[in-house]
Nanobody
Framework: QVQLVESGGGLVQAGGSLRLSCVAS????????MGWFRQAPGKEREFVSR????????YYADSVKGRFTISRDNAKNTVYLQMNSLKPEDPAVYYC?????????????????WGQGTQVTVSS
């Protein structure tokens, strides 16, 4: 069992930055591929980014590529999402998720554990 707690969301102006954090407790954090997803009102949950167990590879949705950066610190049981150049289309509840498989992939169903989410709001 893994418990995930996100933080770092808030209100920011368009073009601004936020850094989300997700702290894991429970089983060995480095055993999990970690992902970030987001869900806006009335929309399905969508993939944002994911990172391998060691941090050696990462993937991004086209909509955030070049603006967001995922990273992890296995010593701190934490995964981060640095979000720069935030746009009016980025607001959502952002969730971190953990997958015990080889590669979580971009589909939410592939992930085993989820945090409660943190709200990101962008003002224009």
């Amino acid at each position: 069992q893994v418990q995930l707690v996100e933080s770092g969301g808030g209100l920011v102006q368009a073009g601004g930055s936020l850094r989300l954090s997700c702290v894991a407790s429970g089983r060995i954090f480095s055993s999990y591929v970690m992902g970030w997803f987001r869900q806006a009102p009335g929309k399905e949950r969508e993939f944002v980014s994911r990172i391998s167990r060691s941090g050696s590879w990462s993937y991004y949705a086209d909509s955030v590529k070049g603006r967001f950066t995922i990273s992890r610190d296995n010593a701190k049981n934490t995964v981060y999402l640095q979000m720069n150049s935030l746009k009016p289309e980025d607001p959502a509840v952002y969730y971190c998720a953990a997958d015990s498989g080889v590669d979580g992939g971009p589909t939410p169903d592939q992930y085993d554990y989820w945090g409660q989410g943190t709200q990101v709001t962008v003002s224009s």
